[in-house]
């Protein structure tokens, strides 16, 4: 009999894992758990008491590391009298914590959390900036993180209501493979305001807006009531941003958008207090989570900069992780700097390379991330066109960014606002596929080369970009198809180059051309080069030594 409660009580402590969540439910005390670097826990209080407002009510677990470092970490309720103290850890040891409440729920209760080294390959942690390298993006085991962003605004519709998420994890399985690390989306959206492509009507499986039956509130969009939130709605997200961590996917969060139809509660009000705060609460615990205020923060009339530095501050006050945060929208980010952690650009200028190169010159602390650059890919179903649809246009963009030493967020116009094809190439020959696989080779040569060394040196650009990274010996022009000359002398002059090398790399296709001795003679570049005319490539020398000092 012994024996049976024995194994009764473990039982009952033992972890349900849901995707990336491991979940530990006990009638009892939870007096202790083991997890590991990065794993995502949901310790669950349950009680019995009726409570009039219970999403009101302010549940913390205070947590002490080995270190006597102390966390404030606060509860979200989860329908059915049920309080989740969500967690996860960076730091290997052991941590203590107690549970306080400003209602007395759960005061008391107390536990120990064991945590252990990460021994997966591809977990690497949360994103955060170092001292050393302000301008660029780094995991928290050190490993640069090269922010390469997909937009899907509706990816928490995916799946909504159903108990599989097929169509979500293949979106996420296939742009893991082609090496898309972020994925800019909304919390919610009800519909787009512009005019729908007529084909449309014949695809309704693409389509994700105006469903009345998504809303984080109860009632619904055309009808909401805001007077509560609406579980099933987080519980939901739960799933999808769980498997974006499982694919080491960064969910770069808005937690607002003002131009998608979307009835919001009143600003300031308690309603939107009481929304904002369970966002914050709920997800703060996911290390792939990137924190945006609104999408297009202050370009719709809505929102005030007094309202948007008053969300941060909220944000930065409730989470205990302190994730990254910003707001997409270069003006707010450019009168205040200090309240972001990077800067937001939205840029669909021709001198695109300029405003991005200008902005990294003027915060020089701060990495600088191009959310939106007005280029976003034809596909079969047309949705928003912008200013640039040619693929190698798009592509060109995003380069530029990439070349002014910035990060950039790649569209395509069938998975990025309400109509996403989840599949795109499993459809039949008669859909356009994206070009997924450019940014593959995008991605491949800057993990070659370690992007976070590169500095853009444009008074060395001739006809074409130029970065370079003393430190490795490298530098590198990116020259559109249409120049003839390749202007990287002056700036490989200032190294010792008795021993370099040099190559060219196809943007189009990923493939490098043979190594071969650099060079010395410029003129020989205005004619000669592999896939002149056909893609713009990018010239690499490497083996680039310091001159020594006479």
């Known amino acids: 009999m012994r024996s049976l409660i024995l194994t009764l009580l473990i039982f009952l402590i033992m972890p349900l894992s849901y995707g990336q969540i491991k979940v530990w439910k006990s009638k009892n005390e939870l007096k202790k758990i083991t997890t590991s670097q990065w794993e995502v826990n949901d310790l669950v209080f349950k009680t019995k008491k009726k409570l009039d407002s219970p999403f009101d009510i302010e549940v913390y677990a205070e947590v002490t590391n080995d270190q006597s470092v102390v966390k404030k970490v606060p509860l979200f309720y989860n329908g059915n009298g049920e309080w989740v103290f969500r967690f996860s850890s960076s730091d290997i040891g052991r941590n203590t914590y107690k549970i306080t409440s400003s209602d007395r729920l759960f005061d008391g209760r107390k536990g120990e959390i064991i945590v252990t080294e990460n021994k997966k390959d591809d977990r690497h942690g949360s994103i955060v900036l170092k001292e050393e390298s302000p301008q660029h993006f780094f995991y928290e085991d050190g490993k640069h ?20 998420l097929s169509k979500t994890k293949h979106l996420l399985k296939v742009l893991n493979e082609y090496k898309f690390n972020q994925i800019v989306m909304n919390v919610y959206s009800y519909d787009v305001s512009w005019p729908k492509d007529p084909k449309l009507k014949d695809y309704p499986q693409f389509e994700y807006g105006s469903r009345e039956d998504i809303y984080p509130f109860l009632g619904s969009n055309s009808a909401p009531d805001f007077s509560t939130l609406n579980v099933d709605f987080f519980q939901h997200l739960d799933q999808v941003i ?118 990294k010159n003027e915060f020089k602390k701060k990495p600088i991330f191009n959310i939106e650059h007005g280029g976003y890919e034809e596909a079969p179903l047309q949705v928003f066109p912008g200013a640039y649809t040619n693929a190698e246009a798009c592509l060109r963009r995003n380069y530029e960014c990439i070349f002014a030493g910035g990060y950039t967020t790649y569209y395509w116009q069938s998975a990025s606002w309400n109509v996403v094809i989840h599949n795109p190439f499993e459809q039949g020959d008669d859909f356009e596929k994206p070009h997924f696989e450019y940014f593959t080779h995008m991605a491949n040569l800057f993990e070659k080369f370690n992007f976070e060394n590169f500095e853009p040196l444009s008074w060395f650009n001739s006809s074409g970009y130029n970065l370079t990274n003393k430190k490795d010996g490298v530098v590198m022009m990116y020259t559109p198809k249409e120049c003839q000359w390749i202007g990287v002398a002056n700036v490989v002059k200032k190294f010792d180059a008795s021993e370099a090398k040099q190559q060219w790399f196809n943007t189009l296709t990923g493939e490098f051309s043979d190594e071969e001795p650099y060079n010395t003679n410029p003129f020989d570049f205005w004619y000669e080069r592999p896939w002149k005319g056909e893609a713009d490539v990018i010239l690499i020398v490497k083996d680039l030594k310091p001159k020594e000092v006479e």
């Not at 993180?145 to 599989?164: I, M, P, Q, R, V």
């Not at 958008?257 to 207090?273: A, G, I, Q």
């Not at 939205?346 to 405003?355: G, M, P, S, T, V």
């Open 145 to 164: 993180y090269f922010n390469l962003a997909f937009e899907c605004d509706w990816l928490f519709a995916l799946d909504y209501g159903k108990e599989e």
């Open 242 to 359: 769980s498997e974006m961590h499982d694919h080491e996917i960064v969910s770069h969060l808005m937690i607002y958008v003002w131009n998608k139809r979307v009835n919001w509660p009143d600003m300031n009000t308690e309603e939107d207090n009481r929304y904002y705060d369970y966002v914050i609460k709920r997800y703060q615990a996911f290390p792939n989570i990137v924190w945006d205020v609104s999408k297009e923060a202050l370009l719709y009339g809505r929102a005030t900069n007094e309202y948007i530095s008053e969300r941060i501050q909220r944000a930065k006050s409730l989470d205990a992780y302190d994730r990254m945060i910003s707001v997409h929208d270069y003006g707010f980010c450019k009168r205040h700097p200090d309240e972001v952690d990077f800067i937001s650009m939205q840029n669909w200028e021709r001198a695109l390379y300029q405003r991005m190169l200008d902005a």
